[in-house]
């Protein structure tokens, strides 16, 4: 079977497909990835702008055609954070069901932490034993720990690197010791009450990370780059980490941008990342954290593998039907 999985994001429109036989991993066919940039154009009353619902509604018109094109059976779109936390989210919405025919799940942040938990485990196995997940996004952070492949405590939190930098750093860098220190603290504070559940479990056997961030600041601090393949072990040293705070504070964007691992179009926010990567190693003790590849996108990928192999589990949402792709519409599947 082959499955498309929409995610809008903070800062993108993500379409990948794969396609899905029991008993395999999924097999990547292609990627298509749009600028929608949802959060920066979000205003302080939490309305997402009209120039962001074009885009966004142009994203998904490109992805539903990339999606037909490739003959993809099913399409599963869902919007994270940005979107799901806006206060105009349900009439972004109905205008992309209305420009497109695209209904959009929204995953709350705790069923965000729990698929993205099912991929890391998928990934490096039973041999993991005990594990904590991180894993932080644009808008938000997800934490989640357990010894299954259902995390026993899973944790969303407003700790997105993208929502820091907006809030609490200034629009252009340098910045202050002052000002990243108390983002530090406010780091520290929210960490410090959510993770209360976690701190009182057995230490994990393996901390993991995921998501662009992780990626770039392993890289940043001297992981392998891409090129040296899907399988080679790359992980984030809280130490090497450490020193890097304080030089990512006083570069301006465009010198971040030329640092090993850092693309430009996440560099202004690269710090705050930073910040609550090390925030999280230090309050949970954490000497390093391995680098997994799959996230979120593959955990909905597992999660439809399961059904197609007869298991039971969650709905993704169980307020709607899945949807399947005919040409380029879409209609629930009956």
């Not at 919007?79 to 936390?85: E, W």
């Not at 941008?257 to 003790?285: T, Y």
């Amino acid at each position: 079977m082959r499955l498309g999985v929409l995610d809008i994001g903070s800062n993108s429109a993500h379409l990948r497909v794969a396609d899905l036989d029991p008993g395999h991993p999924p097999v990547p066919v292609r990627s298509v990835k749009s600028a929608v940039r949802l959060a920066e154009a979000t205003d302080r009353h939490g309305v997402i702008g009209r120039p962001a619902v074009g885009r966004l509604i142009a994203a998904v018109r490109e992805s539903v055609a990339a999606a037909a094109a490739l003959d993809v059976a099913e399409l599963v779109p869902y919007a994270t954070s940005a979107l799901r936390d806006a206060a105009n989210r349900d009439d972004v919405a109905a205008e992309v069901r209305a420009a497109t025919g695209v209904e959009l799940g929204f995953l709350s942040g705790e069923r965000e932490a729990r698929l993205t938990f099912l991929a890391a485990r998928r990934w490096f196995g039973w041999s993991a034993g005990p594990m904590l997940l991180a894993d932080i996004g644009g808008g938000s952070m997800e934490l989640a720990y357990g010894a299954g492949t259902e995390p026993e405590i899973a944790l969303s939190l407003p700790l997105g690197a993208g929502r820091l930098t907006r809030h609490h750093l200034p629009p252009r860098p340098p910045v202050r010791k002052r000002t990243h220190r108390a983002l530090r603290e406010h780091v520290r504070a929210v960490l410090g009450e959510a993770v209360v559940g976690i701190a009182e479990r057995p230490a994990p056997a393996r901390a993991v990370a995921t998501s662009k961030t992780f990626t770039q600041l392993a890289r940043l601090c001297g992981a392998p780059k891409a090129k040296a393949g899907l399988y080679r072990e790359r992980r984030l040293d809280r130490r090497e980490l450490h020193r890097w705070i304080p030089r990512l504070a006083k570069l301006p964007d465009e010198e971040r941008a030329r640092l090993r691992g850092v693309k430009a179009s996440r560099a202004h926010q690269i710090l705050a990342g930073a910040i609550v990567a090390e925030g999280v190693m230090d309050v949970l003790g954490l000497d390093r954290l391995d680098l997994c590849p799959w996230a979120l996108r593959e955990g909905v990928f597992l999660h439809r593998l399961n059904e197609l192999a007869g298991g039971r589990g969650p709905e993704l949402f169980p307020e709607r039907r899945p949807m399947t792709l005919r040409g380029a519409s879409l209609r629930a599947v009956t």
